[in-house]
């Protein structure tokens, strides 16, 4: 079975400055999908950024970037200049590579605090 | 994206009584999945809504406790029987949206259930 693991329960930052998030995943299978989700107060899950395993480019959606290494089974998120909308949960996610879409397993999440 | 609703958003429910939430989406879609967010803890799969036959559960889940309903592409139901404290959780509706493989995740507001 896929794991997924997040070792930062808590994390801060300076508005404006830059963080990154830690995930590692367990898998035996070379065909899947990572993502980041982010869950403000309102308990909305909101897609952040996606991940093919199959592409070596990392993925980034304006000042989301992730580190992806296959290899290490690391997939790491970048924020650049950080905004106080960005204080949230963050969940890092596996998703097998099936030909109809399929479950996802989370990891245990990492709560964001963004500093005035 | 898909636009995913939930109804209720939260509600308040005595012990021993059953809670239905509805989940609307605006466009059809092959999966759709109910996921259980236990407070301050990550997302757990309840089930896969399968239209047209009996939902798939994950293990820990069970129909008599869970019960599901998908009568078409659009609409899936969940409810939460015989409810006690422990059923305290955001329940949240999600679909599998695209084409082939690797279907991006969306999620529904999420419904907050209490149970008193």
């Known amino acids: 079975a896929q794991t997924v693991t997040q070792s930062q329960p808590e994390m801060s930052v300076q508005e404006a400055e830059t963080v990154t998030l830690s995930c590692t995943y367990d898998t035996s299978e070379s065909d899947y999908y990572l993502f980041w989700y982010k869950q403000p107060p309102s308990r909305q899950m909101i897609l952040v950024i996606r991940?093919?395993?199959?592409?070596?480019q990392n993925a980034t959606e304006n000042r989301f970037s992730v580190n992806f290494q296959k290899a290490a089974k690391s997939f790491s998120l970048k924020i650049s200049d950080s905004q106080l909308g960005d204080a949230a949960m963050y969940f890092c996610?596996?998703?097998?590579?099936?030909?109809?879409?399929?479950?996802?397993?989370f990891g245990e999440g990492t709560q964001l605090t963004v500093n005035p | 994206s898909a636009v995913i609703s939930q109804k209720p958003s939260r509600d308040i429910c005595q012990r021993g009584t059953s809670l239905t939430i509805q989940c609307q989406v605006d466009s059809q879609v092959t999966m759709m999945f109910w996921y259980r967010q236990q407070p301050g803890q990550s997302l757990t799969l309840i089930a896969t809504?399968?239209?047209?036959?009996?939902?798939t559960y994950e293990s820990g889940f069970v129909i008599d406790k869970f019960p599901i309903s998908r009568p078409n592409l659009t609409f899936s139901t969940l409810t939460v029987s015989n409810m006690s404290p422990e059923d305290s959780s955001i329940y949240l509706c999600?679909?599998?949206w695209g084409q082939g493989v690797g279907n991006t995740i969306y999620f529904g507001e999420g419904s907050w259930l209490t149970v008193v």
């Open positions: 996610a596996y998703q097998r590579g099936e030909t109809s879409g399929s479950r996802l397993t």
């Open positions: 809504a399968n239209q047209g036959s009996e939902a």
């Open positions: 991940q093919e395993a199959y592409k070596q």
């Open positions: 999600s679909v599998a």
